[in-house]
């Protein structure tokens, strides 16, 4: 008969994305998870397979988390498109997961160490990607169908151009930079999409 866990293995793969988050895939050894997870190497092993599958995992449920919170808070509601972008971009730069500063976005941190080389990690990460792109597309559509964003407005590039700054302020949060300067660029990429139109006289 198998021998009963004696740990929940969900709560075991949200402290492992702490420490894949707190210090990446190449410096979080398989010692290091141990320590935090509280498992011998044969049982971390016999659970998760190896390092890289429970890396996989910390993607998968950091997705599953942080992801679905930045697409809720892309939902307009009744507020202004533009008020939604400004507030959400700053979330982005001062909501530090359990008070720590300077860890940036699990997602970003992986695709800039990792880049292409993992085609697993990849996927995962342009996915995690692309649900950013598609909540901006879907806010920046109904903003410019409700008539508060020029009629113009090239939807697709817009969301590039917003997409980029988002990664761009996470990396500089993750250096530290001073928030009065990150809102000022915020600031200015929503300048970007262009005035309201002008209601007909």
């Known amino acids: 008969m198998a021998r009963p866990r004696q740990f929940d293995e969900q709560n075991a793969v949200a402290s492992a994305t702490e420490l894949f988050w707190r210090r990446g895939y190449h410096a979080t050894s398989v010692r290091d998870l141990g320590d935090e997870l509280r498992l011998t190497p044969s049982s ?16 998968d449920h950091y997705r599953a988390t942080e992801s679905a919170e ?28 359990d008070g720590e500063s300077g860890r940036g976005c699990f997602v970003v941190n992986t ?22 792109r598609q909540a901006l597309r879907s806010l920046l559509t109904e903003g410019r169908d409700h008539g508060e964003l020029p009629t113009d407005l090239d939807i697709d590039a817009a969301v590039e151009l917003l997409f ?38």
Do not use: N, S
């Open 44 to 59: 971390l092993y016999r659970t998760f397979t190896d390092k890289h599958t429970l890396f996989l995992r910390a993607l």
């Open 70 to 97: 930045a697409r809720q808070r892309l939902h307009a509601g009744d507020r202004p498109v533009r008020e939604v972008i400004r507030e959400w971009m700053l979330w982005l730069v001062t909501c530090p997961a």
């Open 111 to 132: 695709a800039t160490e990792l880049g292409t080389t993992d085609d697993q990690v990849h996927q995962r990460t342009e996915a995690a990607f692309e649900v950013t």
């Open 164 to 201: 980029t700054m988002v990664l761009g302020l996470r990396v500089r949060e993750r250096a530290g930079h001073d928030l009065a300067r990150l809102t000022t660029a915020i600031d200015a990429a929503i300048q970007a999409l262009g005035p309201a139109p002008t209601e007909p006289a």
